[in-house]
């Protein structure tokens, strides 16, 4: 894709992300958090979790993929799975 077919969007707020990243299927952009745009610019390779998961919408898929960090968490188990639950499942 050269530059004129390509239109990057970049995104500091989670709720564009939330917004725009399920219709890159759709159309020819791209949806990338700052952060990941920064270490990307670097030579900095990062799972975008925010994102991933935002497609997924997956609550078991989720928590299976984030267990390790959610055992390490200072938050009881019960309150990451609520704020998960209504952050990415659809």
Request: include cysteine.
């Amino acid at each position: 894709m050269d530059a004129e077919e390509c239109c990057l969007i970049g995104c500091s707020a989670d709720s564009l992300i939330l917004a725009f990243a399920a219709e890159e299927a759709h159309y020819d952009f791209s949806v990338i958090s700052y952060v990941n745009l920064v270490a990307e610019a670097i030579g900095i390779q990062r799972d975008d979790k925010f994102k991933k998961y935002t497609l997924w919408g997956s609550l078991e898929r989720i928590l299976k993929d984030a267990d390790d960090h959610i055992a390490e968490s200072p938050f009881e188990r019960k309150r990451i799975v609520r704020v998960l639950q209504e952050v990415f499942v659809h």
